[in-house]
Nanobody, 129 residues
Framework: VQLQASGGGLVQAGDSLRLSCAASGRAFSMYAMGWFRQAAGKEREFVAAITWRGYKLYYADSVKGRSAISRDNDLNSVYLQMDSLKPEYTAVYYC???????????????????????WGQGTQVTVSS
């Protein structure tokens, strides 16, 4: 499977962005998807995840209420809508796919990077104050 993330850019605090991740090469609809981010000099951190049918959504506390993850299995894509952006959201954002099909686990499962076996190349989000 290959993942292609897009939609990042330079925005001002309070603006919105919609990140997209297009998948190819595997049955996308059978796998949960996650978004992570990595700021310069920091470890990669969980942002959001969505189960394979989209029934369960999980968010890091830092983005809860400001972000919405969604997927379109017909388009093999997952999205991350981010509103009211803050400067501390500046990071490279990565999409990733669960290594196991049809999982329906809890937050702590999807928040672990080791759960995911394929990562996109990342898209830079820079939020100026």
């Amino acid at each position: 499977v290959q993942l292609q993330a897009s939609g990042g850019g330079l925005v001002q605090a309070g603006d919105s962005l919609r990140l997209s991740c297009a998948a190819s090469g595997r049955a996308f609809s059978m796998y949960a998807m996650g978004w992570f981010r990595q700021a310069a000099g920091k470890e990669r951190e969980f942002v959001a995840a969505i189960t394979w049918r989209g029934y369960k959504l999980y968010y890091a506390d830092s983005v809860k209420g400001r972000s919405a993850i969604s997927r379109d299995n017909d388009l093999n894509s997952v999205y991350l809508q981010m509103d009211s952006l803050k400067p501390e959201y500046t990071a490279v954002y990565y999409c990733a796919t669960d290594r196991l099909p049809r999982t329906s686990r809890d937050y702590y499962y999807y928040a672990r990077p080791s759960v995911y076996d394929t990562w996109g190349q990342g898209t830079q989000v820079t939020v100026s104050s």
